[in-house]
T-cell receptor, first 110, second 114 residues
């Protein structure tokens, strides 16, 4: 079946870059998303990428998509304490529903 | 006023209780969703309503009963729950409900079943 996989934790030092990785299985996905969940809050859409793109940049965020390997990554430059959150990868599957990963908890060390 | 509001924020209930979760969206969207979030697991889609009609029910046990009286309000009625139902229940809304478009989430109700 369709599956989205992410590491559960990532620890980085403040000021370094964070790279959160995700793999998915549905090769016909049209959109891939990154959502952010801060403590005690719901999920917020952070960014998304169309499947016909390789890269999308938005300020400190860079999304890279490797369709051949079905690999998606989110890079956060100059990571700040406010970036502490759980980051969810999701793909829009061929039946138009969202398939979610389990989330990667980003831990920032001073 | 945030876009999607859920109440209560926290709920503790016994297995024989009946309670309801409430969600309200102020975004003029036509679709609303219930998700279950358990630690270290992917989000589980429970129910989808589009224009107040249920369009998706992912084999959720009957002890969870949704209600969508209008496009702005969504309820999840709970009865005779099990301890494994303890989780964060998230409500979301989207413009059309075709699936996969931008979702707006509430802050969730943290449910503990004793």
């Amino acid at each position: 079946g369709e599956d989205v996989e992410q590491s559960l934790f990532l620890s980085v030092r403040e000021g370094d870059s964070s790279v959160i990785n995700c793999t998915y299985t549905d090769s016909s996905s049209t959109y891939l998303y990154w959502y952010k969940q801060e403590p005690g809050a719901g999920l917020q859409l952070l960014t998304y990428i169309f499947s016909n793109m390789d890269m999308k940049q938005d300020q400190r965020l860079t999304v890279l998509l490797n369709k051949k390997d079905k690999h998606l990554s989110l890079r956060i430059a100059d990571t700040q304490t406010g970036d502490s959150a759980i980051y969810f990868c999701a793909e829009r599957a061929s039946n138009y529903q969202l398939i979610w990963g389990a989330g990667t908890k980003l831990i920032i060390k001073p | 006023e945030t876009g999607v509001t859920q109440t209560p924020r926290h709920l503790v209930m016994g297995m024989t209780n009946k309670k309801s979760l409430k969600c309200e969206q102020h975004l003029g969207h036509n679709a609303m969703y219930w998700y279950k979030q358990s630690a270290k697991k992917p989000l589980e889609l429970m129910f989808v309503y589009s224009l107040e009609e249920r369009v998706e029910n992912n084999s959720v046990p009957s002890r969870f009963s949704p209600e969508c009286p209008n496009s702005s309000h969504l309820f999840l009625h709970l009865h005779t729950l099990q301890p494994e139902d303890s989780a964060l229940y998230l409500c979301a809304s989207s413009q059309d409900g075709g699936g996969g478009e931008k979702l707006f989430f509430g802050s969730g109700t943290q449910l503990s079943v004793l």
